[in-house]
């Protein structure tokens, strides 16, 4: 009779130890890029041209001069409004890496996600609702040219840096290689 109960207080007691660890477990909810467009915003990109040669077209077909202030880019390419349900939200994203800020070692720790490779570098950057700010601890990725999936908790706040501004931030949990 005493084995059983040994046996029972064991099982009990490993449980019990690994209940904190099964409580901090997050599952992260995948976002892609239009996720974190306000429907306005995805709708408004849903009407651009494919490419921004055929913007430039349009707008000189309609009797604009690109070298004067009358040629203006559509609002939703600089928009910097936010979905404020995704605030709190354990996210994964896949992205691009820019890096702002160095450790000592050179290795970057705080870094533009942003949706496709090259952004921020030219001009114009992606919608400030399109690059999200990060900061990461866990050590860097070196291969910028890779796409990564960022895991950790998505914050609403702005970040302006010369070669961006955001609105989404994300203290990262996790940085791996996208696949």
């Known amino acids: 009779?005493?084995?059983?109960?040994?046996?029972?207080?064991?099982?009990?007691?490993?449980?019990?130890?690994?209940?904190?660890?099964?409580?901090?477990?997050?599952?992260?909810?995948?976002?892609?890029w239009f996720d974190l467009l306000p429907e306005e915003d995805r709708e408004a990109m849903?009407?651009?041209?494919?490419?921004?040669?055929?913007?430039n077209r349009e707008q000189l077909e309609s009797g604009k001069d690109e070298l004067t202030d009358d040629v203006k880019m559509p609002e939703v390419l600089s928009s910097t409004r936010?979905?404020?349900?995704?605030?709190?939200?354990?996210?994964?994203?896949?992205g691009f890496?820019?890096?702002?800020?160095?450790?000592?070692?050179?290795?970057?720790?705080?870094?533009?996600?942003?949706?496709?490779?090259?952004?921020?570098?030219?001009?114009?950057?992606?919608?400030p609702n399109q690059i999200v700010h990060v900061t990461f601890s866990g050590?860097?990725?070196?291969?910028l040219y890779a796409p990564y999936n960022v895991v950790g908790e998505l914050e609403?706040?702005?970040?302006?840096?010369?070669?961006?501004?955001?609105t989404y931030t994300i203290a990262a949990d996790s940085i791996s290689e996208f696949r």
């Open 1 to 32: 009779m005493a084995r059983p109960l040994r046996t029972a207080t064991a099982l009990i007691l490993a449980s019990l130890l690994t209940l904190p660890l099964a409580t901090h477990a997050r599952e992260a909810r995948d976002l892609d």
């Open 139 to 143: 050590g860097m990725p070196t291969d």
């Open 82 to 94: 936010v979905r404020g349900d995704l605030e709190g939200e354990y996210v994964r994203i896949p």
């Open 97 to 127: 890496l820019v890096p702002l800020e160095h450790t000592e070692n050179g290795d970057p720790f705080r870094f533009f996600l942003v949706p496709y490779f090259g952004a921020c570098i030219h001009s114009p950057p992606p919608p």
């Open 156 to 166: 609403i706040d702005t970040t302006e840096n010369e070669l961006g501004l955001s």
């Open 46 to 55: 849903k009407q651009l041209p494919e490419t921004m040669a055929e913007l």
